[in-house]
């Protein structure tokens, strides 16, 4: 298993980015996590994800810093069941992950709730 997050498996793309947000095929709300996403093509990895925390929810940039760095490695130990159904499907997709909640909520109440819907997201592609 490869636990890693590199370079490519970030959405840094701003065309795909405002594409997302204009259009993103497929949304999931699931408690406080909100995630679309984009069929791609032509990328190195079958995934490429961007987060995405609220300023209007989180005033401090260490707050909403600190909910991404948690995200980021929600999804990086538990992204191996969606890598798994889009390589079997030869799918490309861009995942937008944006963090809803209004409080911050520890990492150990985040990561049921992150599983369950990385889980749905799979079965929907």
């Known amino acids: ?10 959405l840094s793309s701003q065309k795909i980015i405002t594409a997302l947000f204009q259009k993103g ?3 999931l ?18 995934c490429q994800v961007l987060i995405i925390v609220s300023k209007r929810n989180f005033k401090t940039a260490v707050n ?4 991404k760095r948690q995200l980021r490695e929600l999804y990086r ?3 191996q069941h969606l890598l798994e159904k889009l390589s079997s499907q030869d799918k490309q997709v861009a995942l937008m992950i944006s963090y809803t909640g209004k409080p911050e909520m520890d990492y150990n109440l985040l990561k ?6 990385l889980k749905k ?3 929907a592609v």
């Open 29 to 46: 709300h699931s408690a406080p996590f909100r995630f679309s996403f984009v069929p791609l093509s032509g990328q190195e990895t079958f």
């Open 25 to 27: 095929i497929f949304s």
């Open 1 to 10: 298993m490869n636990y890693t997050f590199r370079k490519t498996e970030r």
């Open 112 to 117: 049921p709730k992150f599983i369950e819907a």
């Open 121 to 123: 997201i799979a079965d």
């Open 77 to 79: 130990l538990h992204k």
């Open 64 to 67: 909403r810093n600190r909910i």
